[in-house]
């Protein structure tokens, strides 16, 4: 099993429509959670973090988080063609010595 | 200079060469990160330095060599590099390792080949 498994995509959305992207993650004890941002040929840039279980709103952005489900989601609202990218979960595990990234989610917005 | 820096931004070499990566952070870090990062594959972490000591060798092969003789500086010596050793090589600070809080600031990367 992956220690941070995500979606490879790609998800398609229309402009203006919500992307859902999701994360799951195999160790139990961790504690924060991040989504960041890779544009092609860029690095990884942070857009969101979570440490604990609800919803964590940033603009457009919403990071879900359901601890007892091993389970952490970050919606899109009103897509933007801009935000066409490849979204990576991130968890810190625990002890917080280390944070394991995901593959990715390829996110494509379609103007 | 602001942020997280890299250079060379690209880098081609031979097997039988040797070279270095540099990183420098502007942000007064104390934990910096070397990751790299192969096509459709996750984003691996090689070493991690916390406070100028290597807390972290990710089982990485000795051809890659790590040096951070300062909090704002971390250097990665290669030699003796394969083919399948070609990727985006990322720098990473924060602002110290093991807090919960922590997010990682990355550099633009190094895309290395070897041919």
């Known amino acids: 099993q992956k220690e941070v498994e995500q979606n490879s995509g790609p998800l398609s959305v229309p402009e203006g429509a919500i992307a859902s992207l999701n994360c799951t993650y195999s160790d139990r004890g961790s504690q924060s959670f991040f989504w960041y941002r890779q544009y092609s040929g860029k690095s990884p840039e942070l857009i969101m973090s979570i440490y604990s279980n609800g919803d964590k709103e940033d603009g457009r952005f919403t990071a879900q988080l359901n601890k007892a489900s091993q389970y952490v989601s970050l919606l899109i609202r009103d897509s933007q063609p801009s935000d066409s990218a490849t979204y990576l979960c991130?968890?810190?595990?625990?002890?917080?010595?280390?944070?394991?990234f995901g593959a990715g989610t390829r996110l494509f917005v379609k103007a | 200079e602001t942020g997280v820096t890299q250079t060379p931004r690209h880098l081609v070499m031979g097997m039988t060469n040797k070279k270095s990566l540099k990183c420098e952070q502007h942000l007064g870090h104390n934990a910096m990160y070397w990751y790299k990062q192969s096509a459709k594959k996750p984003l691996e972490l090689m070493f991690v330095y916390n406070f100028k000591e290597q807390t972290e060798n990710n089982s990485v092969p000795s051809r890659f060599s790590p040096e951070c003789p300062n909090s704002s500086h971390l250097f990665l010596h290669l030699h003796t590099l394969q083919p399948e050793d070609s990727a985006l090589y990322l720098c990473a600070s924060s602002q110290a390792q093991n807090s919960p809080t922590d997010t990682q600031y990355f550099g633009p990367g190094t895309r290395l080949t070897v041919l």
């Open positions: 991130a968890v810190l595990n625990t002890g917080g010595f280390k944070t394991i």
